[in-house]
């Protein structure tokens, strides 16, 4: 049957094609011979102009009638403007009823505080409240304005030199918010095109930096530096123009999603040998580590001008609010005028600026602050050793520890629900606020989660005996069946 058909078709195709190769398909117009083949062409041309010069069809105009106005009202569904509220989206944060000190209330009930940055103890400290009440007896709450426009008050200016000559640095510049530091000053000298190579465990503060600079940015293994090694080698030698682009290596000092230490000297060296800018994020070690204080950079022993960048936010060791960046004249001065946490918002209120100046005061008078804190560290850390179905997995030094399953259930919504369990029993039977290192939806770190204990120079003994006992307990409980 097929062969019949194609036999029909190919005799159809062969007399069409004699009948327009045939002496009589032809014509001649002025002398000139024309083909048949040529004038169904013309023709075939003449036939699609006139179509294209039609006006098209359109259905005559008429207004709707009430009746189909009212159907097409209800059957349109407008689009949600947010996506859809799933149980993971739902939660109910205990709400705190007093200062977030070492000790605090909750639902009426005092109980221990390991949920919050106080490192060095200073959140109700008399000093810092008396700063706070003249500066607001001076200068009222706020300054309405951004530091460009009339909303910088010498009390901005004192803080921003006496943070430079605290770190030994030539000046420094302050943000009202302390996350706007980081995804405010990664942009200003990030830009589309160059090149950032990051950890993997950065907070999402940085991450929203790295997102909004529309750099290129590659991540290398959570603190790991034979990782980074083999990342810049490889993005140097695989880019021919990578020599010409700014590149910058992004780690934190302290990491919040790991309470692991960056290696500062090791990091230098390999920012040397492959000429990367470095910048430092000291939010959880400015007022922590070191002999004083000052942050990684004594706490490695690494000359602080070998750092391009340090930001740090002020609400954790010295118990305010704002953030700050400090460095070279040229790297704060190009932030004044290019920085949009800077440039766009409000300015610092000035009482807050008075309290980390007296902050600084009060951490330079009581360098034994730091020796607490590190001895409470260790304390909490001895305590919790042999704790069941947990490890520590943060830095010795580190003012954060933090804890993970040993086993993983393979899910990491599985492994946050049963940490999520062991910190509301701590809470609600014996009065220990922990917390889980539960991340929101844009967070895109993908490190272990776990429990994350902040340790307080003001925390007495009994306290972490408390929270040792507390979490040793409850965790036999909630992971034996697990086992």
Not at 91 to 116: D, M, Q, R, W
Not at 284 to 303: A, D
Not at 342 to 356: D, E, M, N
């Amino acid at each position: 049957m097929a062969s019949f058909i194609l036999n029909v078709v190919n005799t159809m195709l062969n007399r069409v094609k004699l009948a327009l190769d045939s002496p009589s398909a032809g014509a001649v117009v002025f002398g000139v011979h024309i083909s048949g083949h040529l004038f169904v062409e013309v023709l075939l041309l003449v036939v699609i102009l006139f179509l294209l010069s039609q006006k098209s069809y359109k259905p005559p105009k008429r207004p709707l009638t009430k009746k189909e106005i009212d159907e097409l009202c209800d059957e349109w569904v407008p689009e949600s403007l947010i996506p859809p509220i799933i149980e993971e989206m739902q939660c109910e944060p205990p709400v705190l009823e007093s200062a977030a000190g070492p000790h605090t209330i909750i639902s009426g009930k005092e109980v221990v505080n390991f949920a919050s940055a106080n490192y060095l103890g200073l959140i109700g400290h008399e000093k810092l409240l008396e700063s706070c009440t003249s500066a607001l007896e001076k200068y009222g709450v706020g300054s309405c304005g951004p530091r460009g426009f009339y909303g910088t008050i010498d009390v901005h200016l004192d803080c921003e030199a006496r943070i430079a000559k605290f770190l030994g640095t030539p000046d420094s510049i302050l943000y009202s918010y302390g996350l706007s530091t980081m995804f405010s000053a990664i942009p200003c000298f990030c830009k589309k095109g160059d090149l950032i190579v990051a950890d993997e465990g950065v907070h999402w503060g940085i991450q929203n930096g790295l997102y909004l600079s529309r750099s290129t940015v590659v991540y290398f293994k959570h603190n790991d530096m034979d990782s980074l090694r083999n990342t810049l080698e490889r993005v140097t030698a695989d880019n021919k123009r990578a020599k010409k682009l700014r590149r910058y290596i992004v780690v934190e000092a302290v990491y919040q999603n790991s309470g692991q230490i960056a290696p500062l000297d090791e990091l230098i060296r390999l920012k040397e040998k492959y000429r990367f800018r470095v910048f430092l994020d000291e939010s959880n070690s400015f007022g922590v580590l070191g002999r004083s204080g000052r942050g990684l950079t004594e706490h490695c022993g690494v000359p602080v001008d070998k750092i391009d960048i340090v930001t740090a936010a002020m609400g954790h060791a010295l118990a305010t609010e704002g953030g700050f960046c400090t460095g070279s004249a040229r790297v704060v001065d190009h932030q004044r005028l290019s920085s949009s946490g800077y440039v766009f918002s409000a300015s610092l209120p000035p009482y807050l600026a008075s309290a980390a100046i007296t902050a600084i005061d009060v951490l330079e008078e009581n360098p034994d602050l730091i020796t607490k804190l590190k001895k409470n560290t260790a304390i909490l850390r001895t305590g919790l050793s042999d704790i069941h179905g947990l490890s520590i997995a943060s830095n010795p030094e580190s003012p954060i520890v933090f804890l993970i399953l040993e086993k993983s259930t393979g899910s990491m919504k599985n492994d946050l629900q049963l940490l999520e369990d062991i910190a509301d029993w701590a809470l609600k039977e014996d009065g220990v606020f922990v917390v889980t290192s539960k991340r929101s939806m844009l967070d895109k770190c993908r490190l272990p989660v776990g429990i994350r204990l902040f340790v307080s120079a003001a925390h007495s003994e009994a306290d972490l005996v408390k929270a040792c006992e507390s979490l040793k307990r409850i965790s036999a409980v909630v992971l034996r069946d697990r086992n």
